[in-house]
C-alpha cells in the first residue's frame, strides 16, 4: 500500500485536479484559486480548472470535497467560513475532521473605519463618545467573520453597547460608512481599502499583530489597548481527510512555489492579501488554531447558523 502510494504521488498529477471554491465567481477565493490554478499551469506541474460551488456560507462545496476520492484530483479552495462553520454551523453534511489542510496561502486583517466626519480619531474615542447611546456598526452580515469578531470585540472585550447593521456584503457596508450613515463599519481590509486611502473613509484600527503593509497608517488594536484581539480573512486549500502525504506534500510545495512568484505576490498585494507560505504541518497547526479562535468568538456572542 505504502508503494502505491509513492508511485500514485510519483505520477500527480496525470490528469485535470479541479479546485473546487466555496463561493461565487469574483470573490476572494475564486480569486486566488484562479490565481494559483493559472500560476501552477504555467509552471507546468499540470492542468488545474475552477469550479464554484457557492452555497451554505461555504458548506457546499467543503461537503462536496469532504466526500471526494482521496487522490489529489479534488480540492477545496476556501476562507476563514470553513474555521467559522467548524463551530457555528449546526448541520454542515460533513464534519471538519473530514478535511486536512494542504496550504494557508493569503490572508486579509479585517479594519475598523468611519466617516471622516466622525470626531473619534481611534477606536479609544469611538467608545469613549459612544456613551449610554452606543455604537451602530456594519458588517457584511450575519455569519460573517468581520460580523463575528465586532460582535465579539464590542460585547467581550471592549464592553461597550453597541448594535449590528447587517448588510449584504462588504461593499454595501462600505457604502454606507461612506455615507455616514452608520457610526463603524467593521470589514476585511481589502473591501474598505480604497475609500481609505482616497480619505472618503477614516481607518481607526486593524486587529492584526502588526500594522498592515497595504495601510500603514493604520494602527493595530493592540497600540489602541487591546492586545491579543486579531481578526482576519485568509484563503487555503484543502483535501479529503485520507489523501496521502506524499500527494498533500506535493501539492503544497506545488502551491507555495506558485504564490512565491513575484507575480502572485504582487497580485496578491494589490488586492489587500499578504501572500503566505507554510508547510503542510504549519497549515495544518494554523487551521487548527483558527477554529478554536472562531470557536470561542462564535459561542461568546451565541452565533449559530443551519
Same mark, same amino acid.
Given at each position: ?15 485535470? $485536479?479541479t479546485f473546487v471554491? @466555496?463561493?461565487a !465567481?469574483?470573490? /476572494? %477565493?475564486?480569486? &486566488?484559486?484562479?490565481? #494559483? ?9 499540470g ?18 470535497v ?5 487522490d ?22 460533513y ?14 486583517s479585517?479594519?475598523m ?5 466622525n ?9 469613549a463618545?459612544?456613551g ?30 453597541? $448594535?449590528?447593521?447587517p448588510? @449584504?456584503g462588504? !461593499?454595501?457596508? /462600505? %457604502?454606507a460608512? &461612506?455615507?455616514?450613515? #452608520?457610526?463603524?463599519?467593521?470589514v476585511?481590509?481589502?473591501t ?48 479529503p ?10 501539492l503544497?510545495?506545488?502551491?507555495n ?15 489587500g ?23 470561542k ?7 449559530t447558523?443551519?
Open positions: 500500500m505504502l508503494g502505491s502510494h509513492a508511485a500514485g504521488a510519483q505520477g500527480y498529477p496525470s490528469q485535470p $485536479v471554491v @466555496s463561493f !465567481a469574483g470573490g /476572494v %477565493a475564486d480569486v &486566488v484559486a484562479r490565481l #494559483v490554478a493559472q500560476k501552477l499551469g504555467d509552471n507546468g506541474v492542468k488545474f480548472v475552477v469550479e464554484n460551488r457557492g452555497g451554505a456560507g461555504g458548506n457546499l462545496a467543503a461537503r462536496v469532504s466526500t471526494a476520492a482521496a489529489g484530483y479534488t480540492v477545496l479552495a476556501t476562507t476563514t467560513a470553513l474555521a467559522i462553520n467548524a463551530t457555528a454551523s449546526r448541520n454542515k453534511g464534519a471538519t475532521e473530514d478535511l486536512r489542510a494542504v496550504a494557508i496561502v493569503a490572508l486579509a479585517d479594519v473605519a468611519v466617516h471622516p466626519g470626531s473619534a480619531k481611534s477606536i479609544r474615542e469611538l467608545i463618545n459612544a449610554d447611546r452606543g455604537i451602530a456598526y456594519g458588517t457584511p452580515g450575519l455569519g460573517t467573520g468581520p460580523y463575528i469578531a465586532a460582535a465579539y470585540f464590542y460585547q467581550e472585550v471592549a464592553k461597550t453597547k453597541a $448594535v449590528h447593521v448588510f @449584504s462588504g !461593499a454595501p457596508a /462600505v %457604502a460608512a &461612506v455615507g455616514n450613515h #452608520v457610526d463603524v463599519i467593521n476585511s481590509l481589502p474598505a481599502q480604497p475609500q481609505i486611502e482616497q480619505g472618503a473613509l477614516r481607518g481607526l484600527g486593524i486587529p492584526s499583530p502588526q500594522r498592515s503593509s497595504a495601510l500603514p497608517n493604520v494602527p493595530t488594536y493592540g497600540e489602541a489597548g487591546f492586545s491579543n484581539f486579531y481578526s482576519a480573512t485568509w484563503v487555503g486549500f484543502f483535501v481527510a485520507s489523501t496521502s502525504d506524499a500527494i498533500v506534500e506535493k503544497n510545495a506545488a502551491i512555489e506558485a504564490v512565491k512568484s513575484p507575480e502572485s505576490q504582487q497580485k496578491l498585494k494589490s488586492i492579501f499578504d501572500p503566505m507560505i507554510k508547510t503542510t504541518a504549519e497549515s495544518a497547526e494554523y487551521a487548527r488554531n483558527e477554529v478554536a479562535l472562531w470557536g468568538m462564535s459561542k461568546a456572542i451565541g452565533f447558523t443551519e
